[in-house]
C-alpha cells in the first residue's frame, strides 16, 4: 500500500471518529440540556405552584374578610331596622290601648280578665283598686257587686290622676298592676312579642 493510501485511510479514520466523537458529544450535550430543561420546568411548575398557593390563600381570607364583614354589616343593618321598628310601633300600641280602655266592651273585658288574676292570687279582704278619675260610676259599682258576689270583702275604688287606663289592684303588699303602664314595663316580653307580630308582617 502506498503512503498516499496510507493517508488517506488514516484520514478517514480519523473523520470517522471525529463524527463519531461530535456526535457523541452532541447527544450527551442534549440530553444534559433536556435534563436542564426539564428541572427548570419542574422548577418554574413548584414557583408557580407556590404563587398560585400563595395567592389562592390570600384570595381565601380576603374572600372570608368580606364575607364576615358583610354579615356585620347585614346584622347591624337589621338591629337598627328592627330597633326603629320597635321604635315606631311602641306610641301605636299605647295608643291601640288607651282605644281599648276608651270602648266600653274592651275595658269591661281588661278588668275583668285581671280581676279573675287577682281573685286566684290573693286573698279576699283588703282589696284596693286604684283607677282613672273618669272609670264610669256605674261601672266601678257593678264591679263591685260582682267581686263581692265572689266573696271579696268591701272592695275600694280609688282613683288617681296619674292613671289614663287600666286598674290597679292592691292587697297589703300585693300589687296586679294592670295599668296602661304596668302592662307595658316588661320591655324585653313587648319588644319580644312585637318582633314577631312585626316579622309575620312582613
Not at 167 to 189: E, M, Q, T, V
Amino acid at each position: 500500500m502506498s503512503i498516499e493510501r496510507q493517508v488517506r485511510a488514516l484520514l478517514r479514520v480519523a473523520e470517522d471518529y471525529g463524527a463519531e466523537h461530535c456526535s457523541a458529544l452532541l447527544d450527551a450535550a442534549g440530553a444534559k440540556s433536556r435534563r436542564i430543561l426539564e428541572h427548570a420546568h419542574a422548577a418554574a411548575r413548584s414557583r408557580l405552584r407556590e404563587a398560585l398557593s400563595d395567592q389562592r390563600e390570600r384570595l381565601d381570607a380576603a374572600i372570608a374578610e368580606a364575607t364576615t364583614e358583610l354579615v356585620t354589616q347585614h346584622r347591624v343593618s337589621t338591629q337598627k331596622r328592627l330597633a326603629a321598628a320597635l321604635q315606631a310601633s311602641l306610641p301605636v300600641l299605647k295608643q291601640a290601648l288607651h282605644k281599648r280602655w276608651w270602648s266600653p266592651s274592651a275595658r269591661a273585658l281588661w278588668v275583668e280578665q285581671h280581676l279573675k288574676v287577682a281573685g286566684a292570687v290573693l286573698p279576699p279582704t283588703g282589696w284596693t283598686i286604684v283607677h282613672p278619675p273618669d272609670w264610669p260610676q256605674d261601672e266601678r259599682e257593678e264591679v263591685r257587686h260582682r267581686l263581692q258576689a265572689q266573696g271579696i270583702e268591701n272592695p275600694r275604688f280609688e282613683s288617681d290622676t296619674a292613671l289614663s287606663a287600666g286598674i290597679r289592684i292592691a292587697c297589703g303588699l300585693n300589687l296586679l298592676d294592670a295599668s296602661l303602664d304596668g302592662l307595658l314595663a316588661d320591655r324585653a316580653l313587648i319588644d319580644g312579642r312585637l318582633l314577631h307580630y312585626l316579622g309575620e308582617a312582613a
